[in-house]
Each structure stands twice: as C-alpha cells, then as structure tokens.
C-alpha cells in the first residue's frame, strides 16, 4: 500500500522538481569574495574603478578605496554598483581577461550585462554559459588582492563570488 502511494505521487514530485532555477532580483547586497588560501569571504572594494579584495577595511589603506554595495533590479542583466561616496557605476568584467571594475559607459572592451545569481554565487552568462572565471591576483599590499576575470597566472586563486556574508 505505501509503494502505491509512493508510485501515484512520483509524477507530482517530478513535475515540481523539474522546474528551473528561478532568477530574482536582489537590492543592497555585497559581494564576497572566498577561496582557498587566505581569502575567506572578503567583500569587494573599489579603488579608482577597479575592483579588489581584502581582510580589512578599506580605510585602514587610504582614501581613495571605497566599500561597494550593489543592485540588481533586474532578474538577469546588470549590476549597479555604489561606491561610498564615489556614485553609481556598473560592475563589469573585460571581455577577454583582465582586472573586474566598475564603468559609467560602455564599450566592447566590457561586459556589463549577463550577470545573475546560482542561488547565492553570481555567474555571467556568456553566449548561453554560465561562467565563473574569477581569479584574486595578489598585489603589492599585504592583505589586498585585485579582482581579476579569466586570469591565468600562475599566482592566481580562483575564487567563488557570493552574496553571503562569512559567518
């Protein structure tokens, strides 16, 4: 009797877990940035238009890094990024390799569309492809790494971007 039961609700259960992933849109999130090594959840911060990593507080190195927070009003497409004190730009990746930063315009040197959510981790969709190229680059600075997309040094970590702040 109960491997009736269990064989009448098979379908129902296929039909609901067959569903996609839905998108959503999200606002006033931050972006962290985790991997192995020394990188565990560090949020991403912005020093002229560039995008980096650290354990600390922006501050603690100078004035022109700013603490980022982004939008996305859409479901998939863009990301709105605010810097502290330096207004709204678009979080972009280059189109080949290089470091990750924020725009006013664009060019066909960036990709400013694409980008969406796996749950918590952010992808770019690339012609269909759900891409997850980041790469921290270590820096002259102890503790700060850039933000790179596509990065194929020898030094580069590879790392996951998530909305989830490290507990």
């Known amino acids: 009797m109960l491997f009736r039961s269990l064989l009448t609700a ?3 259960a296929a039909a609901v877990l067959s569903e996609p992933l839905q998108p959503r849109a999200m606002t006033d999130f931050m972006i962290y940035a985790y991997g ?3 990188i565990g959840g560090f949020p991403i911060f912005a020093e002229n238009n560039l995008a980096f990593v650290t354990s600390r507080t922006p501050s603690a190195f100078n004035s ?6 982004f939008d996305s009003l859409t479901t998939h497409g863009n990301f709105t990024a605010t810097q502290f004190d ?13 470091q990750v ?18 749950g918590h981790t952010i ?29 194929t040094t020898a030094d580069a970590i590879p790392v996951s971007l998530r909305t989830v702040a490290p507990s």
């Open 10 to 12: 098979l379908p129902c």
């Open 36 to 38: 192995p090594s020394a």
């Open 64 to 69: 022109s890094m700013h603490n980022v927070t």
């Open 86 to 98: 330096n207004g709204e730009s678009l979080f972009y990746i280059p189109t080949t390799s290089g």
């Open 101 to 118: 930063g924020f725009t006013n315009s664009t060019n066909s040197s960036v990709i400013t569309t694409g980008f969406g959510f796996y």
């Open 123 to 151: 992808y770019v969709d690339i012609d269909d492809t759900l891409e997850t190229q980041w790469f921290a680059q270590s820096t002259s600075e102890d503790d700060i790494w850039a933000l790179f997309w596509g990065n």
